[in-house]
């Protein structure tokens, strides 16, 4: 079952959702990510995120498996936007379900962390001034 993805279109959240829960659920957390405005000060318009798209569906497979083991959780997904967002669209979904809370907050996080410092996804922000640039995501 492929636990990470990568999608050019929007993202049905409520269907991700409702694929994470069963019986055994007493907690689920998720975090969304979406454009933004602005970074660093300057007004951003838009963004192009692109990606090595084997390396990242498997590294990502790899980051959803790592929480899996670490941490005591029935189950999670992510789904990370490539290709053209406009300002507020979502770019990255995360989806963790859990017996416990604490599992489910503490794994969520650990995937968006994980998928952001390793998978192979750049994102090019256009800026209002009309130039635009690659970001790195400490830069973020």
Same mark, same amino acid.
């Given at each position: 079952?492929?636990?990470?993805?990568? =999608?050019?279109?929007?993202?049905?959240?409520?269907? #991700?959702?409702?694929?994470? %829960?069963?019986?055994? @659920? !007493?907690?689920? +957390?998720?975090?969304?990510?979406?454009?933004?405005?602005?970074?660093?000060?300057?007004?951003?318009?838009?963004?192009?995120?692109?990606?090595?798209?084997?390396?990242?569906?498997?590294?990502?497979?790899?980051?959803?498996?790592?929480?899996?083991?670490?941490?005591?959780?029935?189950? =999670?997904?992510?789904?990370?936007?490539?290709?053209? #967002?406009?300002?507020?669209? %979502?770019?990255?979904? @995360? !989806?963790?379900? +859990?017996?416990?809370?604490?599992?489910?907050?503490?794994?969520?996080?650990?995937?968006?962390?994980?998928?952001?410092?390793?998978?192979?996804?750049?994102?090019?922000?256009?800026?209002?001034?009309?130039?635009?640039?690659?970001?790195?995501?400490?830069?973020?």
């Amino acid at each position: 079952m492929t636990r990470f993805s990568l =999608a050019d279109t929007p993202v049905d959240t409520a269907t #991700l959702r409702a694929n994470l %829960l069963d019986d055994r @659920v !007493g907690g689920y +957390a998720s975090f969304e990510g979406w454009v933004r405005n602005h970074n660093d000060g300057r007004p951003v318009t838009g963004l192009r995120y692109e990606a090595y798209v084997a390396l990242a569906q498997s590294e990502g497979e790899r980051v959803i498996e790592e929480a899996r083991s670490r941490f005591e959780i029935l189950d =999670a997904h992510c789904v990370h936007r490539i290709g053209d #967002l406009a300002i507020g669209e %979502l770019a990255v979904w @995360v !989806g963790v379900s +859990a017996a416990h809370r604490d599992a489910a907050f503490a794994a969520c996080r650990f995937i968006i962390d994980e998928v952001k410092a390793r998978v192979p996804i750049w994102k090019h922000e256009r800026y209002r001034e009309g130039d635009a640039g690659w970001l790195h995501p400490r830069h973020e």
